[in-house]
């Protein structure tokens, strides 16, 4: 007997839908849900584990997604020839999902519970990471979790000034921003966000466009609920004896934590200092308690914390809430290398290196969804060192490709369009407490203008929070935050732009909690930081430097006609050698648009533009119609190899020769006569050249 498909529609612009199904695939999970959107379509499944994770206090969430190649009909690459580890983009796409679903979570609740959204078919006009987002919150919401209400996903851009809601690949190209943005029917939860200096304005038009929509998605998945009518829901374990606890502790560490955050204002110190207060505090409670003690410990800290600020008006720090940490930036800080920058912030600090390379270093991408190549990449590293801590370090982190991700987005859009260099940035946080993606970005703009490389304008990254008095319902914006501001606060917003907009943003709400006056405010706030921070990294360098360094590479392109591409080449690749021996550099040919372009790398400007004349030397492009000497160079039974110009040959065929049909070439012909030919054009990307009724020139 066949299931009961359970199934809506949401509804868009030009006759397009989006389908949500349920009740015929992976009955052994909890829930699943089929995504459909032309052809894209989505699996998604929920499976809860029986038992709470014993000591955690947080959400033991997992999100698994994947693309499979069988999606767009193609058999991965490699040796195994299927699917491995996650790809960054598949990632990134994880890291999304989890930030948009761990807030609607019930606090209290610590069952393990596993997502896996696998992408089935791609439709090529319709990108699937969003859809994974709805997916995921559609089976979620249909399982026996409490949730309050679910939420969504959309891609939004602007093109010909006009909002366009998930779109396809091709569009997403021509687009002046692209924002990715989640939410609830009462707050936007989750943005991330790359632009093209778009001002605060355009940024708050377009979450609003993109929040209208998040609420038809929910409402597709309220009524989908309705139709299942599932009632049994997961009863959640409060936390035995809380009034024990919050007492007990309240007494122990009231006092001593508000003395801490008055008078100490080193990170480091002060945790050393927690740390010996939670100890004392366990040796005073039950033995057998210890996750109770650490859980309530630390929820009485942030309480008393927050009390603190809402009363004194100050921060950990002894800050104000729109001050920024205290500044420092030196450039040519490694000085063998193309370019360096160290960028300090308070007790945040990030060194940033740039290598320039050819062609043949671009990042290339071979996944399910995108074939590229980037000339512009940048790595950002989180060793343990940087918090003080102990970690062995297990491969990249998906925080490390996520900030790394941010950072690029943040800068690739100022690097100048005729750039002829490869750039590689690795960023290295080398300290931090809070907001080491903008540090990162900070760093590396001047590490850009350090190398040499004319960026359009500098970008600033900056780190701004939100905490609510639950009480009364106050919110307070703060400036440049702190990592324990971004701990127990409820909002965290990264903006990176320069003087005139913002180039790339990332926010995560803990709460249920953001309307648009408020993010107005936080906009506001931060482009007065923002020039704030690019006042005083243009102290450092005020404008990148008119030369590169001495020990950087060099490189020239240009672009030859196609049909010289072998010329230049030469049999067995033998011309293209000897020029690179000869000069002491490196030559890349390719054909790119019906052209061969040629990039020449090299350490001395003059040693490359010996190469350069010497491969325009070898190019003579002959006029249709004219006569030309050349010199016969071998003589083949189909015709003879001739050579117009120097480093320039061509085949003169047997049929274009001027001579009578049943004499030997050998005979009528010898290596080194001058012959006239005419040039009769290109036939197949080959230079045709004939000598019927034109004379002999006398030999040589």
């Given at each position: 007997m066949t299931p009961k498909l359970i199934k809506e529609k949401i509804f868009l612009k030009d006759g397009k839908y989006i389908k949500i199904e349920t009740g015929q695939l992976a009955k052994q999970a909890n829930s699943s849900v089929i995504i459909r959107m032309g052809n894209t379509i989505l699996l998604a499944t929920v499976v809860i584990s029986k038992e709470e994770k014993e000591g955690v206090n947080f959400i033991p969430l997992t999100i698994d997604y994947r693309e499979k190649y069988s999606a767009i009909g193609k058999i991965p690459g490699g040796y195994l020839k299927r699917e491995g580890r996650a790809t960054e983009e598949e990632i990134m796409t994880m890291r999304l999902i989890d930030r948009v679903l761990r807030p609607i979570f019930p606090k209290n609740f610590y069952k393990d519970i596993q997502i896996m959204i696998s992408l089935l078919s791609y439709d090529k006009k319709i990108l699937p990471d969003v859809l994974a987002g709805l997916a995921a919150s559609s089976a979620l919401y249909i399982s026996e979790i409490p949730l309050t209400e679910p939420v969504s996903i959309v891609r939004i851009i602007r093109v010909n000034n006009s909002f366009v809601l998930n779109p396809g690949i091709e569009q997403l190209k021509k687009s002046s921003f692209e924002l990715i943005i989640g939410g609830s029917n009462r707050s936007i939860i989750m943005i991330e966000g790359e632009m093209k200096e778009i001002s605060e304005l355009e940024l708050l038009k377009a979450i609003k466009y993109a929040h209208k929509h998040i609420k038809y998605q929910i409402s597709a998945q309220k009524r989908l609920r309705k139709k299942i009518k599932k009632n049994t829901l997961i009863n959640l374990n409060k936390k035995e004896d809380k009034n024990?606890?919050?007492?007990?502790?309240?007494?122990?560490?009231?006092?001593?934590?508000?003395?801490?955050?008055?008078?100490?204002y080193n990170k480091k110190k002060r945790n050393d200092k927690l740390e010996n207060l939670l100890k004392k505090v366990k040796q005073k409670m039950p033995k057998d308690s210890e996750n109770e003690i650490k859980y309530y410990f630390n929820e009485l800290k942030k309480k008393i914390i927050l009390d603190l600020i809402f009363k004194t008006k100050k921060r950990l720090d002894g800050r104000n809430f729109n001050k920024i940490r205290d500044i420092w930036c030196q450039v040519d800080f490694l000085s063998g290398i193309h370019g360096s920058a160290l960028f300090t912030r308070g007790e945040t600090q990030a060194l940033s290196t740039i290598t320039l390379g050819?062609?043949?270093?671009?990042?290339?991408?071979?996944?399910?969804?995108?074939?590229?190549q980037q000339k512009f990449y940048l790595h950002y590293n989180f060793p343990p060192f940087s918090t003080g801590e102990i970690r062995i370090v297990r491969?990249?982190?998906?925080?490390?490709?996520?900030?790394?991700?941010?950072?690029q987005r943040?800068?690739?859009?100022?690097?100048p369009s005729n750039n002829p260099y490869t750039i590689r940035i690795v960023a290295d946080v080398l300290e931090s407490n809070g907001s080491s993606s903008m540090a990162t970005i900070c760093a590396s703009t001047l590490a850009l203008m350090d190398a040499g490389i004319p960026i359009i304008r500098p970008v600033a990254g900056i780190a701004m929070g939100l905490i609510i008095n639950k009480s009364t319902g106050e919110k307070i914006v703060l400036s440049d935050i702190l990592g324990e501001e971004d701990s127990w606060g409820d909002m965290d917003f990264k903006i990176a732009g320069t003087k005139l907009g913002i180039t790339a943003c990332q926010m995560d709400v803990k709460v249920e909690c953001l309307n648009h006056e408020i993010l107005a405010?936080?906009?506001?706030?931060?482009?007065?930081?923002?020039?704030?921070l690019l006042s005083k990294m243009l102290k450092t360098i005020p404008k990148p430097r008119i030369f590169l360094k001495p020990h950087a590479p060099k490189i020239y392109a240009f672009t030859i006609p196609k049909s010289f591409i072998g010329a230049v080449i030469g049999h067995g690749g033998k011309k293209i050698n000897d020029i690179q021996n000869e000069t002491n550099t490196s030559?890349?040919?390719?054909?790119?648009?019906?052209?061969?372009?040629?990039?020449?790398?090299?350490?001395k400007k003059e040693e490359i533009k010996k190469a350069v004349r010497v491969i325009k030397s070898m190019i003579f492009i002959p006029k249709i119609g004219n006569i030309y000497k050349a010199r016969v160079k071998s003589i083949k039974e189909f015709g003879v190899f001739i050579e117009i110009s120097k480093g320039l040959e061509s085949l003169l065929h047997i049929s274009e020769i001027n001579f009578h049909p049943f004499d030997r070439l050998e005979d009528f012909l010898k290596i080194g006569d001058i012959i006239l030919v005419k040039y009769l054009g290109v036939d197949n990307g080959k230079m045709r050249f004939s000598n019927k009724y034109l004379k002999y020139e006398t030999k040589t």
């Open positions: 024990f606890f919050h007492s007990k502790i309240i007494k122990l560490i009231k006092y001593n934590i508000k003395k801490l955050y008055t008078k100490c050819s062609s043949s270093d671009v990042k290339k991408i071979d996944s399910v969804i995108e074939q590229d491969g990249i982190s998906r925080r490390e490709i996520g900030h790394g991700n941010l950072a943040a800068l690739k859009n100022i690097l405010k936080i906009l506001l706030k931060a482009k007065i930081g923002r020039l704030f030559i890349l040919i390719e054909e790119k648009n019906n052209l061969g372009r040629i990039e020449i790398i090299g350490k």
